[in-house]
């Protein structure tokens, strides 16, 4: 597999600039379901549906770099008889994720992490939009004009799946989606729901939702939807390993350790990787009681998940209520959180990937600053005008 076309598409789709850096990325994982599939009742996994799959970890240039484990094992009390550090041992049975947001273990950790000069890096998955996305890419080869619209009528799809999910869950249960047989039928449902539903007066999500209904229809005439056609009925996603690949394709130069996980293991051994017309393999897998930049990316991991399930579960609104509510600790700590991404998007945004609806990774993002960085704004916004 060459990796050079691969590679020059993510550049030019997003303009950003190539990453040719030597560096050492380490990665552990959140949220694995294994497989997402649709079910007579819905989905397999609520909890897949509820939070994101998350492959996550920290980087340093280079091969080598030299960490202070003492003071990390300190945060946690850490005694010889532990194997290795947990994100579960960091949560530590905190009530909610506020709470947590407030504890010392928190508080040391992320001082830890922000002084210790690593990167962080994460490439989190929404299930449930990585599973639907499929229809809108099956339009592109009648409509190549609207290519420049892409993610806004991604996202607007999504938004209208979770407003209606119970119809339009049913719609595809009943097309056996995504092996599609009558991609009219199909297509002309969907596009009878957005009708009824939209108001394209608004321009998001309504003109984009019409401009999908648009396409939809086109679609349906000719009785083709080419990637939601001819694949494993009801089965959304079949395994997560290409994540991983993703990583050492786009960081070419880079080494890639992964904590062990025999089912990508097995996969990734199958597969060869070439640039420049030379074979490489930049990757490998450890035990994670072995190597404590693998336990650090375990902690990540589980944090940004949690992180992101309780930011996807709020509304604006609700954020900043509790904004408005933070002692010093907690705002301190969600700071350190959004200074590590924005730290990290600085040195190469691929460090940084959301396979998310663009609104929904941009608000992610703005609640943490009302949360972090501009809760002191907040709160004298709120003095000002008596909120």
Request: glycine letters at 4%; a negative charge.
């Amino acid at each position: 597999m060459n990796v050079e076309d691969q590679k020059q598409a993510v550049f030019d789709l997003n303009g950003i600039a190539p990453f040719n850096e030597e560096m050492t990325f380490y990665y552990d994982e959140s949220g694995n379901c294994r497989k997402f599939s649709l079910t007579e009742e819905g989905f397999n996994s609520i909890d897949a549906l509820k939070g994101d799959f998350v492959l996550a970890g920290v980087a340093h240039e280079e091969k080598s770099y030299n960490v202070d484990i003492l003071t990390l094992k300190k945060v946690f009390n850490y005694s010889d008889r532990q194997k290795e550090l947990k994100f579960k041992h960091l949560y530590n049975n905190s009530k909610d994720f506020l709470s947590f947001m407030g504890s010392k273990r928190a508080v040391g950790f992320l001082d830890w992490l922000s002084n210790s000069g690593l990167y962080i890096h994460y490439s989190a998955l929404n299930n449930l939009y990585y599973s639907l996305v499929d229809i809108v890419d099956s339009l592109w080869e009648t409509h190549p004009q609207c290519l420049m619209f892409m993610t806004d009528i991604k996202a607007a799809l999504y938004d209208f799946v979770i407003e209606h999910q119970d119809d339009v869950i049913d719609i595809l249960i009943r097309h056996t989606y995504p092996d599609i047989k009558d991609a009219s039928a199909f297509c002309d449902e969907l596009c009878s729901m957005i009708s009824e539903y939209n108001d394209d007066s608004e321009y998001y999500p309504g003109f984009f939702l019409e401009l999908l209904r648009q396409m939809l229809k086109t679609a349906g005439k000719l009785d083709k939807m080419v990637f939601i056609q001819d694949n494993e009925p009801f089965m959304l996603i079949q395994e997560y390993y290409i994540f991983y690949l993703e990583r050492c394709e786009l960081f070419s130069n880079s080494h890639h350790i992964f904590d062990e996980e025999p089912t990508v293991e097995k996969r990734l051994s199958e597969i060869e990787l070439c640039e420049d017309g030379a074979v490489f393999r930049n990757w490998g897998f450890v035990k994670s009681n072995d190597n404590i930049l693998i336990q650090v990316s375990d902690l990540i991991a589980g944090l940004l998940r949690k992180l992101f399930t309780f930011l996807d579960e709020r509304a604006l609104d609700e954020i900043i209520t509790i904004a408005l509510k933070l002692n010093e600790i907690q705002v301190k700590n969600f700071t350190i959180i959004f200074e590590l991404i924005s730290r990290s998007d600085k040195k190469s945004p691929l460090f940084i990937k959301n396979a998310n609806s663009i609104k929904n990774a941009q608000e992610r993002m703005k609640k943490l600053q009302f949360l972090g960085v501009e809760n002191n704004m907040i709160k004298e916004m709120a003095k000002k005008y008596e909120i």
